[in-house]
């Protein structure tokens, strides 16, 4: 993957940031990466990361400023400033607001604002409610045109049985196939 403007979009998933860190890194080396952060992304203090310390990484890693309001995020459909969009991760929440065309965070304007010069979107799952609430949406969103999966699994079936995250590393793979119009299978590992 050379030469492509990919949005990435990051909602608060927390414990999947440590994953998502060294995605970013890879594809910042080829590509230009343009950080799109939700609300709570963006200004929430976890035990993970405080937020501040996280945003700090996100833009050395992209080398861009992040998107944080719904009015930056805009532009990006009329510009066409991605060629790709991933949203990693990316939570239930995020999943319902997608399925049913809900545009209240940065990150769902950019997805917006993306899809609708028909270029891919790609979505990393990360939700506890994925084979519970959650379930409609991402059967919802797998009949979309232009929305893509990354691969992903089951992370705790004893403690969290309707928990599933998306394989991360298997981002790149994802959007290679995504750019081509085709679907990384299996999307449920």
């Given at each position: ?21 060294p995605v ?6 080829y ?22 310390d ?42 319902a ?15 917006k ?6 270029r ?20 919802g ?24 995250v998306?394989?991360?590393?298997l ?19």
């Amino acid at each position: 993957m050379t030469d492509r403007t990919i949005g990435i979009g990051i909602c608060g998933s927390f414990c999947t940031f440590s994953q998502i860190l060294p995605v970013i890194e890879r594809l910042a080396k080829y590509n230009t990466v343009i950080p799109v952060l939700s609300d709570a992304a963006y200004s929430t203090d976890t035990r993970f990361y405080k937020a501040e310390d996280f945003r700090a990484e996100v833009e050395r890693l992209c080398k861009h400023k992040i998107i944080h309001t719904i009015v930056e995020a805009e532009p990006i459909g009329p510009r066409k400033m991605f060629d790709a969009m991933v949203i990693a991760p990316c939570t239930g929440n995020t999943l319902a607001k997608l399925n049913h065309g809900i545009t209240d965070t940065p990150v769902l304007m950019a997805a917006k604002a993306h899809i609708r010069n028909d270029r891919p979107l790609i979505l990393a799952v990360s939700t506890n409610d994925a084979l519970g609430a959650a379930a409609q949406n991402i059967g919802g969103l797998l009949n979309r045109r232009n929305v893509y999966f990354v691969p992903f699994s089951q992370d705790d079936h004893e403690k969290k049985p309707r928990s599933m995250v998306a394989r991360m590393g298997l981002i790149e793979n994802t959007i290679e196939l995504a750019l081509k119009g085709e679907q990384i299978e299996p999307i449920i590992l």
